[in-house]
């Protein structure tokens, strides 16, 4: 799997809301995820409580990082309100099978460079 896939995968998922933003953005935030991911992180966690925990904090970071960029106001916020759906959405898909948490740290490795 690659990013673009997994974007396409995210796509598919979304609501409506992501029709606002478009695909290109949302695979954008996907990549945000992909390299921010924190899979050994998330692997110690014994419950959706401690998911939950890891989840506010990545999804804080992805939110920071489109600050920084120059999107404007409105890209801004439509953005940051849609980066907590894009990462539940992978977090189920990482969940799902070991191979998906395979398939991640692999993306993250290229996705790093």
Not at 74 to 93: E, G, M, Y
Request: glycine content about 8%.
């Amino acid at each position: 799997m690659t990013t673009v896939k997994l974007g396409d995968y995210v796509w598919q998922r979304l609501g409506p809301k992501k029709h606002l933003v478009g695909k290109g953005r949302v695979t954008e935030l996907v990549g945000m995820a992909v390299e921010t991911w924190p899979s050994e992180v998330l692997g110690e966690c014994r419950d959706d409580a401690d998911r939950q925990v890891v989840a506010e904090v990545t999804v804080g970071g992805i939110r920071r990082r489109i600050r920084q960029r120059e999107y404007g106001m409105l890209w801004t916020l439509l953005l940051t309100a849609l980066a907590s759906a894009v990462f539940q959405v992978i977090l189920r898909w990482w969940l799902e099978r070991r191979s998906n948490r395979v398939m991640m740290l692999v993306m993250r490795q290229e996705a790093m460079g």
